[in-house]
Nanobody, 122 residues
Framework: QVQLVESGGGLVQPGGSLRLSCAASGRIFVIYTMGWYRQAPGKQRELVATLSRGGNENYVDSVKGRFTTSRDNAKRTVYLQMNSLNPEDTAVYYC????????????????WGQGAQVTVSS
């Protein structure tokens, strides 16, 4: 099994910054794509950012230029740096990883973090 632990959420004023972290542990052989979704109240879950093992980044248009995702493969951790936050960024943020296990190295599976609440309000 693989576990993901998120940290770094909280309350921030408009224009502020937050950094989310997501650490993976367990039976992991290779971590492929890592990324972030978010879900605001009454809205569908939205893909925010992805980061491939090779370093290719993709972002939803609404966060481009404000959010940056990065990864530390040695620590099995993915980060989401969020700058210039606005109230529309308020949501629960979920990290995910696509990994293979030592026993089935050619099969990948997606695991999810528990979610981190980000609230942008004055």
């Amino acid at each position: 099994q693989v576990q993901l632990v998120e940290s770094g959420g909280g309350l921030v004023q408009p224009g502020g910054s937050l950094r989310l972290s997501c650490a993976a542990s367990g039976r992991i052989f290779v971590i492929y794509t890592m990324g972030w979704y978010r879900q605001a109240p009454g809205k569908q879950r939205e893909l925010v950012a992805t980061l491939s093992r090779g370093g290719n980044e993709n972002y939803v248009d609404s966060v481009k230029g404000r959010f940056t995702t990065s990864r530390d493969n040695a620590k099995r951790t993915v980060y989401l740096q969020m700058n210039s936050l606005n109230p529309e960024d308020t949501a629960v943020y979920y990290c995910y990883v696509d990994v293979s296990s030592p026993t089935t190295p050619k099969i990948t599976k997606v695991y999810w973090g528990q979610g981190a609440q980000v609230t942008v309000s004055s």
